[in-house]
C-alpha cells in the first residue's frame, strides 16, 4: 500500500466503537429502575387522591368526592412557611397544580420523556414539600424529600428516559432537537 492510500485509509476508517461493559449496562437499568419507581410513586399517590383508594386518602376524603388533595398536608405545615401554606391549602389553584403536577410528573417518568422538565418539577415538588415540614422530624435539615429531588436530578443527566422508556426515540423527535430542554 502507498503512503498516500495509507494516510486516507487512516482518516476514512472510524475508530471502533468500544462495547458496554456489564456495569454500564446494569448501571443503565438501575437508573431505570429508579425512575420507573419515581413513576409509580407520583401516579400511585395521584390514584389515591383522585378516588380515594384508602391508602393516604379515604374514599369520602378523595378528590372526586369532594374532598382536597392539599388541605390536610398544608394546613399541617408548622415551619417557618407555615402562614403561606395554610392560606394555599385547599384552594383551587393548589389542588390543580398539585394534582396534574403528581400526574404529568408521573406519565413523563413512567414514558421516560420529558425527563429535564418532569425531573426538574419533581424536584421542585418534593423541595416545596420538604419546606412544609420544617424542620425535618429525624434531621435537622436532610430528609428523603431533598433526597428524592437531587435522585430526579440525576435521573435527568444520565438520561434514564433512554432505558426501558420512549427517551431515545423522544429525543430524535424535530421539535426536542430544536428545543433541548424538551429531553
Keep these: 500500500m502507498t503512503a498516500m492510500a495509507e494516510r486516507h485509509t487512516a482518516r476514512t476508517t472510524a475508530p471502533a466503537v468500544s462495547a458496554e461493559t456489564t456495569t454500564q449496562k446494569v448501571t443503565r437499568y438501575v437508573w431505570a429502575g429508579l425512575r420507573l419507581a419515581f413513576a409509580y410513586t407520583f401516579l400511585w399517590a395521584f390514584l389515591d387522591k383522585v378516588f380515594g383508594l384508602g391508602f393516604a386518602t379515604p374514599s369520602e376524603r378523595s378528590w372526586i368526592n369532594g374532598g382536597s388533595p392539599t388541605k390536610g ?13 395554610h392560606d394555599l391549602a385547599g384552594t383551587g389553584f393548589a389542588n390543580w397544580a398539585f394534582m396534574l403536577g403528581l400526574l404529568g410528573i408521573g406519565l413523563a417518568f413512567t414514558l421516560g420523556i420529558g425527563m429535564r422538565i418532569a425531573a426538574a418539577a419533581g424536584a421542585l415538588l418534593y423541595v416545596l414539600m420538604w419546606s412544609v415540614a420544617l424542620p425535618p422530624e429525624s434531621n435537622p ?15 435527568a443527566l444520565v438520561g434514564a428516559g433512554r432505558t426501558l422508556g420512549l427517551g431515545g426515540y423522544w429525543e430524535t423527535l424535530p421539535i426536542v432537537r430544536r428545543l433541548p430542554w424538551l429531553k
Design 73 to 85: 398536608f398544608l394546613s399541617g405545615s408548622e415551619g417557618p412557611f407555615a402562614g403561606f401554606y
Design 141 to 155: 435539615f436532610l430528609d428523603e424529600h431533598l433526597i428524592g429531588a437531587a435522585t430526579m436530578v440525576g435521573l
